[in-house]
C-alpha cells in the first residue's frame, strides 16, 4: 500500500495490484516497455524540496550574465565543476557543484505568482474546478511509507495542498525547526507511567465500543491510534530535535531559520520520510534586489552547500534527489527602484542527488537572459524529472472523487533524461 | 537492467490491460445510443448503414465497410469522426463533434478489434430526468404536520425496501431516549447536551418529548451555528477569499432569520456589487466571477448535477453536451469582477457589455465564435392538473396587492441600472492626472444616480429557473444532501451526482421529502425536522458480527444507523462543553508554574532592526516578517477558536449610498496618487537604506537561541469553533477532523481516521484540561472534600460526557481507575481523559 490515501484508487490499478508493482500500473504496454528500455534505472527514494517563494532570480543565481549591462552587481565565480559558473553569493554551494546539476533553460508560461506557483508545484495549469496534488503529495501517494514518521514534512511555510488526493496526503508542518511538537508527547504533568495506564483504560473502553456495534471506521480509527502511539514512542522523534546537535554543525548550516530548516531535513531524510519542503519567501525583489540578494546568498549558501555535502558524506545523497525551485525568474532589466520584476520565460533551477549526474549545466538562456537559447525546459519536465528519478510513472492517470481520469503530471511532460548519470 | 520481478510483472499486465482498456457497454454502447442510432437505426438507416446492431455494424452501408481489419488504424469509421468540424464528411452529421475522450476510446476500441459482443441491439438513447418514473408509493393527500409527513417518510422508505429483490435486511429499533437526546442535540446545536438540557429532557414524561426537544433546540442560538457550516460546506465559502467573510455572514444570518432556501439561492445566484454591502455577491466571487467556473458550480452544488466534465468536451459520463454547458455558463456571460482602489483595495461583481461565453470553443480551429445565448439546459417538470405541493407552496406565498406592488416598484429600479466597466478606466487613469480627470468626465456623464453595481436580469431569469418548483433537480438535491447530514447515508451517492447513470436508491422517500420541502416554502427548519422525526433517523446501529455486506445493504436501506462522526468543530466544542471549559474552572492562581521557553535573540543591531522595519507597506516583505524574533506561534495555536463579528460583517459601511457611485471610486483612486506621492517622504527612505544595510550586514535573520522561564496561570477557557474564519488554517484540530478546503467543487468531509487526530486528541491542551477537575465544576465536590462520593461522581462524569449512566461493570472499573491515580481527582482526570479520547464520544451513538 501506499504510504497515503488508496482511496480513490483506479480501477485500473486495482486489477494490476495482483501484479505487485505500484511504479508501472496503468501504463499502456508502449510505455511500459519503454520505461523499461530506458537507459537508467532509479536511484531516488526520497526528495528535499527547496521552495523560493517569490520569484527568484535567476540571473543574480544560477545563470550570472558577467559583462552584460544586465549582470547586476554580482560576479560569477568558478565551481568545482569545470567551465561552470555561478553568482558570488553561492561560494560554498560552488564547491559542492560537482554534485550538481543546473538548468537554465526553464520556459514558464505564468507572470502571475499565484498562477505560477502553481504551475511549479503540480504542473498542471490552474483550474477554478479542481486543485491538483503538489509534488510532495503526488510523491508519497505513489510511495511506500518507511518507518513511524510522517512521509511528507513541510518546514517553515505552506506547502501545496493535496488537492484531490485527500487529507492523508497533506503535508505534515513544523512552524519553526527545533521546536517542540506538542502533540508528539503526553502533555506537561502527565509522566509516561500515568499515560500508559490512561492508554490502558481507553483500549478498554474502544474495545467494549468495538464490541457492541459494527462499524468499519471504528476499526480504522484503532490502527491510527496505534500509529500515533508508536510515533510518541518511536526513537524517530529524535531527528525533530536540534537540541542535541553539534553546536558547530548549526553554526555550519547557520544560525538561521533557513539553517536550521536545512539541517533538520537532511536528519529527517536520513530517518526515513520521503518528501522534506523546506519553504523561503523573500524573492520578490521589485526593489533593492541586490541587497536582498545578498541576504538570501548569506543565508542559504552555508546551509545548502552543508546539506549536499553531509548526504554525500553518509551516503544519502544518491539516494535523495535535492531541488530548489522557484515560481519564476526575473527580469535582466533593473527597474527604477534597482529591483527585478516577474520575468517567466526563462529561469534556472538546481539540482543534485538522486541519481542526478554532476557537475553539468543543462540549456541555456540567451546573452541577457532573456530566452531560452538551446533545450528549452518545460515546467511539467521537472515533475516528470522528479518521478523518474524516484521509479514513478509520470504518465499514470489518477480518478479525481469527480470520475475524471486526471493524469499524475501534465499531458505531454518528458522526464529531462540528461540529467540522469 | 531488467530484472526478474519486472519481467513477470510486464507479462501479468499485459493480460489484465489487454481485457480491461476499453468496455463496450461502459464506453463504446453510451456513444453509440447518445450519437449514431438517431440517423443509423432501425427508424432511418441513413447512407444504407443501421449501427443499433452487430450484424448491421458488420456490413457497414453504401460507402462500404467501417472497419478495416486488415489495418484497423485505417478504418473508416476512425476516419470519419477525426474529420475537421467543417468537412462535408464528418460523422455525426448532426450533432456536435464527438468528444476527445469519445474519439479515444472508440480509437482503441477499434484498434483491439472493434468487437461487438453477441446479441446486444443499441436503443437511441433519450435523455431523461432520473428517478421520477415511479410515484405510486407518494399519496396524493398532503401531511397534516410535520410528524405525519415523518411518518409517511417511514411508510414510503418501507414500501420501496419491501421491493427490493435479493435484499435481507436487518432492522435495528430505534435509539433510547438519553441516546436520542445526544444524537439530536449534536445535530441540531453542534454539541453534546449539558446536565441541564439531560434534566430537563429526562423531566419531560410526555409522549411526544423528542418531538418537543426538536422544537426547543431549532429556535436555541447555535442551531445557526451549526448549520451555517453545513451550508459553508455546500456553497464553499472561504473567509480568505474576496467576499468570504461577508458571504459567511451572510449564510449565518440567513439561517438565523429562517430565509426560505430558495430565497437565498436567487440572492446567492443573481447578486452583483460589493460584498461589504451585498454580501451574497461574495458567491460570484468565490469563483473569481468566472463563468465557466459558476455555471459548474450552479449546476452541482443547487442541482446536485455534474456538469463540470462538460465544460471542456462532451460529458464522457452523463448526456451533458459541452454546448449545453456552455448555455448554462451564458447566463454569466457579462459578469464581471472589478477590482479599484491601489492601497485600500475595494472588489465587486458587475455587469459587462460584452458576453465571454463564445461558441465553438476557444481550442477549436475555426477562426470565427459567436456569443452563446443563456439557455437553461435542464427541463422542467410539465403538468396538467398543478401538483399538491405546488399548490400549497403558492397558497404560502400568495402575497397581498401591496407586497406586490412594492416588488414590482423595486424590480423596475433595478432594471434601470446599467453596467459600467469601471476597472479599465481606473487602469487607464492610474496615476496619470490628465487621464483622470478625463475619467472623471465621462463619469459625470453617466452619474445620474446610478449604481456601478449592475445587476444581471439573465441571472435572475436562471436563479428563477433553477429555485423553480417544477425544477425537478433543486429541492431533491437539498434533501438529500441534508438527509445524509442527519441519517448518514444519502439517497444518491456521491450526494451531488443526480444522473441517469446513477442509482437513486429511494427515489419516492426522496421525492416524497422535496415535494414536503417545497410546500414547506423551503423551509430549512421544517425539514430538518421531518427527517429527525423519522424512525430511519432514529434507528440504532448494527451490533458487531454484522458483515460487510449487511452493514452495506442495512445503511443504504435505512433499516439501520451509520455510526458517524462528530464534525471536527463539533468534537472540540463538545470536549470544552464536557470539561467545562467555556469559563475558568480554577480561582486565579492556582495553577501557577514555570514554563521554560527558547526565544530567538536577533543578532543583528537592534536599532537597524527597529529602523528597517518601519517601511512602506507596498512592497511585500516576507523577508521582514522572518526577521521578527521572539514570534514563535505558541504551543497549541492549532486548537484555538476565534469568533467572528458576523454582526458587524454585515453593517453596510458608514459611507453610505454615495460611495456605491462611480466617482467615489475615482476619488479613491486620486487618493491612491497623493498616497503615492507620499512615498517619496524621507522617512521611507530611511528605512529603505536602514533595510538594505540590515540585508548587507549578512546579519537580517540570525540569532540565537535562549532559554527563558515564564511563570504561567495555566487556566485556560475555549472559545467555540463555530464562529471561525473559515476554513481552518491548515494542520488546525478542524482541517485534521476533515473540514474541507473547500476550494474544491464535490468535496465532502473527510470522515477517515488518522494519526494526527489521535495525536491531537491524545495530546491536545483541550483534552487534557477538559480532563483535569477543577474545583469551580459540579463534580470537584464528589471527588474531593468531606463529601465525596465516588459512585455519583462516576455516574456525573458518564452523563455528561457520555449522556448516558455507567453499567455496573463500567462503575466497577471507573471506581478502580480512580483509586489508581495519584489521587481521587487524578484518577477521574484520567478516566475523563480515556472517556474523552474513546470511540463512543467520537462516534454518534
Known sequence: MSSCTDYYATRRRFLTQFAGSAALLGMPINRLVAAIGSAHAPKAKSVILFWNGGGMSHIDTWDPKPGREVGGEFAAIKTSADGIQISEIFPQVARQMHHCTIIRSIAGTNGDHGRATYELQTSHQQNPALVHPGMGSFVVNESQKNGDLPAYISIGGMAPRAGYLGQRCEAYYIGLPGERDPYLAFPDGIHREQGDRRLQVLAKMNLRASNKIAARDLKETDVALKDAVALMKSPALASFDLDKENPKTLERYGLTEFGRGTLLAKKLIETGVRFVQVNRGGFDNHMDVFPAMRNHGSVMDPAVASLIEDLHQSGHLEKTLVIMLSEFGRTPTINKDAGRDHHARVFSCLLAGGGVKGGQVIGSSDKDGMAPATRPVQVADLHASVCHALGIDHTRELTTPLGRPMKLVREGAKPVQELFA | ?845
Open chain 2, 1 to 845: 537492467m531488467l530484472d526478474s520481478g519486472r519481467i513477470a510483472c510486464v507479462l501479468v499486465s499485459s493480460v489484465c490491460l489487454a481485457g480491461a482498456d476499453v468496455d463496450f457497454r461502459q464506453q463504446i454502447q453510451p456513444i453509440f445510443e447518445s450519437t449514431c442510432i438517431r440517423c443509423h437505426g432501425s427508424d432511418s438507416a441513413k447512407g444504407g448503414l443501421r449501427l443499433d446492431t452487430k450484424e448491421g455494424f458488420l456490413k457497414g452501408g453504401k460507402h462500404g465497410l467501417l472497419i478495416n481489419t486488415k489495418d484497423y488504424e485505417k478504418s473508416e469509421l476512425l476516419r470519419r469522426i477525426k474529420l475537421p468540424r467543417d468537412h462535408g464528411d464528418i460523422m455525426p452529421q448532426e450533432t456536435e463533434p464527438l468528444s476527445g475522450p469519445h474519439k479515444n476510446w472508440l480509437t482503441d476500441w477499434v484498434r483491439t478489434g472493434a468487437k461487438w459482443p453477441d446479441g446486444v441491439v443499441l436503443k437511441q438513447k433519450r435523455k431523461e430526468v432520473p428517478g421520477l418514473a415511479q410515484k405510486d408509493f407518494i399519496p396524493t393527500q398532503a401531511p397534516r404536520s410535520l410528524a405525519e409527513a415523518a411518518a409517511i417518510t417511514d411508510q414510503i422508505l418501507k414500501q420501496e425496501n419491501d421491493a427490493l429483490k435479493d435484499v435481507m435486511l436487518q432492522t435495528v429499533p430505534v435509539i433510547d431516549d438519553l441516546a436520542f437526546l445526544r444524537r439530536a442535540t449534536v445535530d441540531l446545536i453542534g454539541r453534546i447536551p449539558t446536565m441541564d438540557e439531560l434534566k430537563q429532557f429526562e423531566a419531560d414524561r410526555s409522549g411526544d418529548k423528542r418531538a418537543k426537544l426538536i422544537d426547543r433546540l431549532i429556535v436555541h442560538p447555535r442551531f445557526s451555528e451549526r448549520w451555517t457550516v453545513f451550508f459553508a460546506d455546500l456553497l464553499r465559502v472561504r473567509s480568505g477569499q474576496d467576499g468570504g467573510p461577508q458571504l459567511l455572514a451572510y449564510v449565518n444570518r440567513s439561517v438565523a432569520e429562517n430565509k426560505p432556501y430558495d430565497e437565498m439561492v436567487r440572492e446567492l445566484i443573481a447578486t452583483n456589487g460589493r460584498p461589504e454591502n451585498s454580501p451574497a455577491a461574495g458567491f460570484a466571487l468565490g469563483d473569481a466571477a468566472n463563468p465557466m467556473a459558476l455555471a459548474g458550480a450552479t449546476a452541482q452544488i443547487f442541482l446536485g448535477v455534474r456538469m463540470q466534465c462538460a465544460e471542456c468536451h462532451d460529458h464522457p459520463f452523463d448526456d451533458w453536451k459541452q454546448k449545453e454547458f456552455y448555455d448554462l455558463a451564458a447566463y454569466f456571460g457579462t459578469i464581471k469582477r472589478v477590482e479599484a482602489g491601489k492601497n485600500v483595495k475595494r472588489i465587486y461583481t458587475t455587469e459587462g457589455k460584452e458576453t465571454a461565453v463564445k461558441w465553438p470553443p476557444e481550442r477549436e480551429q475555426p477562426v470565427k465564435r459567436d456569443a452563446v445565448a443563456p439557455k437553461f439546459p435542464f427541463e422542467l417538470v410539465n403538468y396538467t392538473t398543478k401538483p399538491n405541493h405546488i399548490a400549497r407552496l403558492e397558497d404560502r406565498r400568495r402575497p397581498n396587492a401591496s407586497a406586490v406592488s412594492a416588488e414590482a416598484a423595486k424590480k423596475t429600479l433595478q432594471d434601470l441600472v446599467d453596467g459600467l466597466d469601471v476597472k479599465q478606466t481606473l487602469r487607464d487613469s492610474k496615476q496619470d492626472a490628465a487621464l483622470l480627470s478625463e475619467a472623471k468626465a465621462a463619469a459625470h456623464q453617466s452619474l445620474d444616480g446610478r449604481s456601478i453595481y449592475a445587476q444581471s436580469a439573465e441571472r435572475k431569469k436562471l436563479a428563477a429557473l433553477i429555485t423553480d418548483p417544477r425544477n425537478p433537480y433543486f429541492a431533491r438535491a437539498l434533501m438529500n444532501r441534508m438527509w445524509a447530514e442527519l441519517v448518514g447515508r444519502g439517497f444518491i451517492e456521491p450526494l451531488d451526482n443526480i444522473s441517469a447513470y446513477n442509482t437513486i436508491r429511494h427515489p419516492q422517500t426522496l421525492q416524497f421529502l422535496a415535494q414536503e420541502f417545497v410546500a414547506s416554502g423551503y423551509d430549512i427548519r421544517s425539514a430538518i425536522k421531518t427527517v429527525m422525526l423519522t424512525q430511519a433517523y432514529q434507528r440504532g446501529h448494527l451490533s458487531a458480527g454484522a458483515t460487510v455486506k449487511e452493514l452495506a445493504q442495512a445503511e443504504e436501506n435505512f433499516t439501520a444507523t451509520r455510526p458517524r462522526r462528530m464534525l471536527g468543530e463539533v468534537l472540540f466544542d463538545s470536549v470544552v462543553i464536557a470539561g467545562h471549559l467555556l469559563t475558568h474552572k480554577w480561582p486565579e492562581g492556582a495553577n501557577i508554574r514555570e514554563v521554560k521557553r527558547q526565544i530567538r535573540i536577533p543578532l543583528a543591531n537592534a536599532a537597524l532592526l527597529a529602523a528597517a522595519e518601519d517601511m512602506s507597506t507596498n512592497q511585500p516583505n516576507m523577508m521582514m516578517a522572518m526577521t521578527k524574533p521572539g514570534q514563535a506561534p505558541a504551543p497549541y495555536d492549532l486548537e484555538k477558536g476565534a469568533s467572528l463579528d458576523f454582526e458587524a460583517l454585515l453593517k453596510p459601511e458608514k459611507a453610505g449610498k454615495d460611495e456605491d457611485k462611480f466617482g467615489d471610486v475615482l476619488s479613491e483612486s486620486k487618493r491612491d496618487l497623493e498616497m503615492n506621492k507620499k512615498k517619496e517622504d524621507d522617512a521611507i527612505e530611511a528605512a529603505r537604506q536602514a533595510r538594505i544595510r540590515l540585508l548587507r550586514s549578512g546579519n537580517a535573520e540570525r540569532f540565537r537561541l535562549e532559554t527563558v522561564t515564564a511563570i504561567t496561570d495555566d487556566n485556560p477557557k475555549f472559545e467555540s469553533t463555530l464562529r471561525m474564519a473559515t476554513p481552518a488554517p491548515p494542520s488546525h484540530f478542524l482541517r485534521v477532523f476533515g473540514q474541507p478546503a473547500r476550494d474544491n467543487l464535490g468535496e465532502f468531509r473527510d470522515e477517515a481516521p488518522s494519526l494526527r487526530q489521535e495525536l491531537m486528541m491524545l495530546n491536545g491542551k483541550a483534552t487534557h484540561e477538559a480532563s483535569r477537575v477543577g474545583p469551580f465544576e459540579p463534580v470537584h465536590h464528589l471527588i474531593t472534600g468531606p463529601n465525596a462520593n465516588a459512585a455519583r461522581a462516576v455516574e456525573l462524569v458518564y452523563l455528561e460526557i457520555f449522556t448516558r449512566r455507567p453499567t455496573v461493570e463500567e462503575m466497577a472499573e471507573a471506581r478502580a481507575v480512580i483509586s489508581a491515580g495519584a489521587t481521587p481527582a487524578e484518577g477521574l482526570a484520567d478516566l475523563r481523559w480515556a472517556m474523552l479520547n474513546s470511540h463512543e464520544f467520537r462516534y454518534l451513538p
